[in-house]
């Protein structure tokens, strides 16, 4: 059960070391692992990302904005958020989220760049300078 946890929190670890943070969903998948017995899944999607995501040649900025745009396309508010906030995690600011938004506008509309928008202005500075929470 040990080694189980340690393996558990090496696949959190790759989580912050690449979005700052664990998403509530990938606890919840690590949860379901550790209790079904099914954690070699887990370290198997994780390392399938490790080598298309990690080792990709566009780098870690890039690849969380285009992951953020492809979620703005695709309509999914939450995992958007979780890469826009590991966008800025790996080095991008609030003006390259504004870029992605812009360009979902014209590749999918209205709705992708009003989530966009939203996005960015739940991360724009609050009062004591710090990022706002949500």
Known sequence: ???EAQRAEALR??????LGTVPPGAEDRLRVAR???RL?????FM????????????GARVQQLVH???LLALGRPGPARIHARGALHAGADLADLVGVAETALVTAGAPAYALGIEIVAELLPGEEGQLSVH
Not at 13 to 18: H, P, Y
Not at 40 to 44: F, H, L, M, V
Request: proline letters at 6%.
């Open 1 to 3: 059960m040990r080694d």
């Open 13 to 18: 670890e790759r989580f912050r070391s690449t």
């Open 35 to 37: 209790t079904l017995g």
């Open 40 to 44: 070699p899944t887990e370290e198997a």
């Open 47 to 58: 390392a399938l990302r490790q080598i298309v995501l990690t080792d990709n040649p566009l």
């Open 68 to 70: 953020f745009g492809q």
